[in-house]
């Protein structure tokens, strides 16, 4: 079974700063993976997806991740925060194989952004 | 071009009522799934549909809860005899095909049920 740890539930930074949300995940072959972004009263919208391209994948609104095989993990990061950025953070994995369409997603992951 | 549709936003129902969620695809999306998340939790896969097909289910409560896509109109989830437990917010996602990897899901606002 596949699996997704988000470790720190909340995250805070500085306006300006660097953003690290952090994801690592559990699976017997290598898997596609996503981040996803919540903002309140939302649904979820797609920030990115690795699916065995390129190692590092660009999303949108200046986000990229990184897939390190060798650590399971699949961390997010952008350079310099802004403040339309605090939201929730969700990382999901899926079975490269037959049942793709099943997204197994973490905990989730608050990012509040302080001026 | 309007995104999943998801309706009603909230829902409060009384403990043993019924409650009826709906979701319209994406245009030109034939394939649905339906995602609970609970307070402070991630989303948990409950079922994915097509036209008229229940593809995979394995994320569905054993009762009480039942799920269609009627070959015209939205898919309906289903929840008999509500229980407090059922407190959640209920996500609809499409998608063209059931390939994730060039064509991934798209979501719709959530139905926030809360059972009195």
């Known amino acids: 079974a596949q699996s997704v740890t988000q470790l720190g539930s909340h995250v805070s930074v500085s306006e300006g700063a660097l953003v690290l949300l952090r994801c690592n995940y559990s699976?017997?072959?290598?898997?596609?993976l996503f981040w996803y972004v919540q903002y309140p009263n939302q649904g979820l919208q797609l920030l990115l997806k690795y699916t065995s391209a390129a190692t590092l994948v660009k999303g949108i609104n200046g986000f990229e991740a990184e897939f390190k095989k060798s650590e399971t993990s699949f961390h997010l990061t952008k350079p310099s925060a802004h403040m339309s950025d605090a939201a929730e953070y969700f990382c999901a994995v899926s079975p490269s194989g037959g049942s793709n369409y099943k997204l197994t997603f973490g905990k989730g992951t608050l990012l509040t952004v302080n001026p | 071009n309007a995104g999943v549709m998801q309706n009603p936003r909230h829902l409060v129902r009384r403990r043993g009522q019924e409650a009826r969620l709906r979701c319209s695809p994406m245009k030109g999306h034939s394939h649905v799934y339906w995602y609970r998340q609970l307070p402070e939790e991630g989303l948990k896969f409950m079922v994915y549909?097509?036209?008229?097909?229940?593809?995979?289910e394995s994320g569905m409560p054993k009762e009480r809860f039942s799920a269609e896509f009627p070959k015209e109109g939205p898919s309906i989830l289903r929840i008999q005899q509500v229980v407090r437990g059922d407190s959640a917010a209920y996500f609809c996602?499409?998608?063209?095909?059931?390939?994730?990897?060039?064509?991934?899901?798209?979501f719709g606002d959530g139905t926030r049920l809360s059972i009195l």
């Open positions: 549909l097509q036209k008229e097909n229940i593809i995979d």
């Open positions: 996602a499409s998608s063209p095909s059931g390939q994730v990897s060039n064509q991934p899901q798209h």
């Open positions: 699976s017997s072959v290598p898997p596609y």
